[in-house]
């Protein structure tokens, strides 16, 4: 069974910055993706940004430049680093890890709440 464990949301005033983390625990296949996505009220769950177990990343549009994520292959554990917030960031923010062998399997953290005041 897979566990991913986020850390790091909380309240932040526009400009400011937060640092979510996510540890994945269990059996994961070594070659895998994982990723943050969030999901505001009313609205569906996108894709902020993934990572390749070999370092390749994906970003968002509405993220480039102000988020960067990260992983620690050795600790299964993915990183975010989001810089110049802004309100409409302001979402509840989701961990995943997918991988293949032979099936595809994804599987999610319970998520954390960011809230950007302005």
């Known amino acids: 069974q897979v566990q991913l464990v986020e850390s790091g949301g909380g309240l932040v005033q526009a400009g400011g910055s937060l640092r979510l983390s996510c540890a994945a625990s269990g059996s994961i296949f070594s070659d895998n993706a994982m990723g943050w996505y969030r999901q505001a009220p009313g609205k569906q769950r996108e894709l902020v940004a993934d990572i390749t177990s070999g370092g390749a990343t994906n970003y968002a549009d509405s993220v480039k430049g102000r988020f960067t994520i990260s992983r620690d292959n050795a600790k299964n554990t993915v990183y975010l680093q989001m810089n110049t917030l802004k309100p409409e960031d302001t979402a509840v923010y989701y961990c995943?890890?997918?991988?293949?062998?032979?099936?595809?399997?994804?599987?999610w953290g319970q998520g954390t709440q960011v809230t950007v005041s302005s």
């Open positions: 995943n890890v997918r991988y293949t062998n032979r099936e595809t399997y994804v599987y």
